[in-house]
């Protein structure tokens, strides 16, 4: 498997993820395109990671880092229906007023 066939569906899950966050106003799509453009980012740098240096310290470096995504999506989703339970509030223009 050559390092372009690992990149090129990298660059797709980052496009889609960015087209996302961009696009979407509800606060958990918000967080889904997020998730998409760091699990595109993750996936080519274990690509690279592979074709540059294949010992498996890099997979302990990634499984690390695949571990923080999904500890971080849980902290996120656990706020975002805090607030939804709170005061039904599911968009980003709505969570913007909740400044001070």
Request: glycine share 8%; net charge negative.
């Amino acid at each position: 498997m050559t390092l372009e066939l690992v990149l090129l569906p990298a660059a797709a899950l980052f496009a889609v993820g960015l087209y996302g966050a961009l696009t979407q106003q509800s606060v958990v799509m918000l967080m889904m395109g997020l998730e998409l453009m760091l699990g595109g980012v993750v996936l080519a740098a274990a690509a690279v990671w592979h074709h540059v240096a294949p010992v498996a310290e890099g997979q302990v470096l990634i499984v690390f880092a695949v571990t923080a995504m999904a500890v971080e999506m849980a902290v996120g989703f656990a706020v975002v229906t805090a607030l939804f339970r709170a005061r039904e509030i599911d968009t980003t223009d709505d969570a913007a007023k909740l400044r001070g």
